[in-house]
């Protein structure tokens, strides 16, 4: 669908590039992940390839043809849930809709979708009524709106509550069921592991790994022991040090570890790709 080759950006504000040379595909149908820590460039990334950004370098093509050849008409089949959700305030999610609908040649059933992200009773609400979920549901509803077949979605379910974030989850799966694309940015692993064909993780401006979610387990897969021990600083305060469950009995400074201090608990962890994120990108995830 996407195919992104030595992509570079530079905001013309900052010195440096924000993106510095990444090359990716999007297969059709495919549920693509772009990761990495905050402020490495996952957005800037989705802006260009919604067509928001067009001074960068390199070239992407969208069905095998230059996107800088597109014009409006690009945007009919394409459905967009940006981070930070704009909505008309004044107006009610019902006119919100109406609004953005006519901008559109293709219509999807928004009362449906209403009904679906629980919204319905409250379409004739302001929405500068709704609180940060309410205005998240309604963005997600605003992507679907055309019927796109092409999903770009940053941090979807960012600020909704458990059941909230089901049904948005169920949603994305349905689409990509019903043969649509979706690019997804995300700080949660488990949405990743759940939804995700294939993510690729960027560093720095780069793109590090792409690959499976599953594959990215096998690769980085070691197990591990997660020990807690005393420090004894006399305020009982507890650390954690992580080994290697391979050759553990060979492990020196695990062994020191438990023949010198107080141990609290012991436990054999798989890796899950939070771990996965930490090892690739070298950095906390700090949200
Ligand atoms: N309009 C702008 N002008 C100048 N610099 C910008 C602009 N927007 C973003 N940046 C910078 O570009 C970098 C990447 O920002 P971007 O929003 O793409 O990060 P991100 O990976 O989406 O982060 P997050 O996970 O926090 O959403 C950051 O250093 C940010 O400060
Ligand atoms: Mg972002």
Same mark, same amino acid.
């Given at each position: ?42 957005? =800037? ?64 059933? =928004? ?30 509803? #605003? ?22 974030? #089901? ?13 649509? =694309?979706?690019?997804?940015?995300? %700080? ?31 690769? %980085? ?43 609290? =608990?012991? %436990? ?20």
């Amino acid at each position: 669908m996407f195919k992104v080759q030595d992509l570079q950006f530079k905001y013309p504000k900052n010195k440096e590039n924000t993106i510095k040379g990444i090359s990716f595909e999007i297969k059709e149908g495919e549920i693509f992940g772009l990761l990495g820590p905050s402020g490495v460039g996952k957005s =800037t990334t989705q802006k260009v390839l919604i067509k928001l950004l067009d001074q960068y370098s390199g070239e992407v093509t969208y069905k095998e043809q230059n996107l800088k050849s597109y014009g409006k008409d690009f945007y009919q089949e394409v459905g967009v849930g940006f981070e930070m959700p704009v909505h008309f305030s004044k107006l009610t999610a019902e006119e919100n809709l109406t609004f953005f609908k006519k901008l559109y040649k293709s219509n999807a059933d =928004t009362d449906e979708l209403l009904m679906r992200v629980g919204l319905y009773e409250d379409r004739n609400k302001q929405v500068s009524e709704f609180s940060k979920g309410m205005k998240g549901r309604l963005n997600f509803v #605003r992507a679907l709106l055309n019927n796109p077949k092409m999903l770009f979605l940053d941090e979807p379910t960012n600020g909704l509550d458990p059941k909230n974030a #089901r049904i948005i989850k169920d949603m994305i799966k349905e689409f990509k069921g019903n043969g649509g =694309t979706v690019l997804l940015t995300t %700080h949660l692993m488990n949405d990743v592991d759940e939804l995700c064909d294939r993510v690729a993780f960027m560093v720095d401006g780069k793109i590090s790994e792409i690959d499976t979610p599953k594959n990215l387990k096998l690769k %980085h897969g070691q197990k591990q022991v997660e020990i807690e021990y005393l420090e004894n600083t006399g305020n009982n305060e507890t650390k954690k040090a992580f080994f290697d469950l391979e050759e553990l009995g060979m492990n020196e400074q695990f062994l020191e570890l438990i023949r010198t201090k107080e141990i609290v =608990t012991i %436990h054999s962890k798989e890796t899950n790709l939070d771990d996965i994120f930490i090892k690739v990108t070298g950095v906390e995830k700090n949200e």
